[in-house]
């Protein structure tokens, strides 16, 4: 086994979020694993296949502390899929876990956050350990099995002892509870 330490994963850059009261920060989501996707609406790639799995992974993890996150990263036909339009794909596929906008940057075709974690493209994924550190990172659409293994693997990883990330008003917790940060004080019997 290597003694390599995996990265931590890079803050979100969001312009707008969706199907969450309050903003969302891997800081304040530190302590729990997190799924993260991009996808954008005309990808054929994440119509027919990320997005089903995506809403399958919601169903299976919903009893955990597993937070699914989507970003929705537009790089490409940027009119098209605007804010508006993606609150309607939203709506139709029934996403429920919440879903930023990638913020755009004046001068780059690329969205801040994608660049940020270096993806290739939509759809990808990155799944964030309980400790913030990247442990997996993909370009297309996995095998659910591989998928749904790693995503339990991280969800029985042991707690961190962290210190909660500050909480002002704009990166507080989650109005529906399953963003809280968890107490270390779970790990002390």
């Not at 903003?23 to 997190?34: E, S, Y």
């Not at 996808?39 to 299976?60: D, H, M, N, T, W």
């Not at 909480?167 to 002390?188: I, L, T, Y």
Request: a negative charge; proline letters at 6%.
């Amino acid at each position: 086994m290597s003694n390599h330490k995996a990265a931590h994963a890079p803050e979100l850059a969001v312009s707008e979020w969706f199907n969450t009261a309050t903003p969302l920060t891997l800081a304040v989501l530190r302590g729990r694993p997190v799924f993260l996707h991009t996808f954008q609406v005309l990808c054929s790639g994440c119509v027919a296949e990320a997005i089903p799995q995506v809403k399958r992974i919601e169903r299976v993890f919903a009893n955990t502390d597993l937070q699914i996150i989507g970003i929705h990263t537009v790089f490409e036909h940027h009119a098209a899929m605007s804010p508006v339009t993606l609150q309607a794909f939203l709506h139709e596929y029934r996403l429920k876990s919440p879903v930023g906008v990638d913020l755009a940057e004046v001068g780059s075709d690329i969205p801040l956050t994608m660049r940020r974690f270096g993806l290739r493209g939509t759809p990808s994924s990155v799944l964030i350990g309980r400790d913030g550190s990247i442990l997996h990172h993909a370009f297309g659409v996995e095998d659910d099995i591989a998928v749904g293994a790693r995503i339990a693997m991280a969800l029985s990883a042991r707690v961190p002892e962290i210190e909660p990330a500050p909480v002002s008003e704009q990166d507080g917790a989650c109005a529906d509870g399953k963003c809280e940060v968890p107490s270390s004080s779970k790990d002390a019997a």
